[in-house]
């Protein structure tokens, strides 16, 4: 499964971005799709996942309440909303998608794409 992340650019704090997951296959729908972010000199971090039915989802605290995870399988298609971004959101966002136990592990997941970068200026 490819996958194509989209969406990123420029905003200003307190903005908003939606960001896309665009899959290649339908076998998109049967895995769990997460985001995962990653800034400048820092290690790659979960941000939110949520199951291939899209009745269960799973956030990092700090984006709890600020970010909302969804997916249409009718379209192979993952999104992530955000909303009230910091500067400290600056990175770049991956999504990918995984068929393993914990929706939180980086090493869990079996496919990526290549990030769409998210900057935040204050």
């Known amino acids: 499964v490819q996958l194509q992340a989209s969406g990123g650019g420029l905003v200003q704090a307190g903005g908003s971005l939606r960001l896309s997951c665009a899959a290649s296959?339908?076998?998109?729908?049967?895995?769990?799709m997460g985001w995962f972010r990653q800034a400048p000199g820092k290690e790659r971090q979960f941000v939110a996942a949520i199951n291939w039915s899209g009745e269960s989802t799973w956030y990092s605290d700090s984006m709890k309440g600020r970010f909302t995870i969804s997916r249409d399988n009718t379209k192979n298609t993952g999104y992530l909303e955000m909303n009230g971004l910091r500067p400290e959101d600056t990175a770049v966002y991956y999504c990918?998608?995984?068929?393993?136990?914990?929706?939180?592990?980086?090493?869990?997941?079996?496919?990526w794409g290549q990030g769409t970068q998210v900057t935040v200026s204050s």
């Open positions: 990918a998608l995984e068929t393993g136990s914990s929706p939180f592990l980086e090493a869990d997941y079996d496919y």
């Open positions: 296959d339908r076998a998109f729908s049967s895995y769990i």
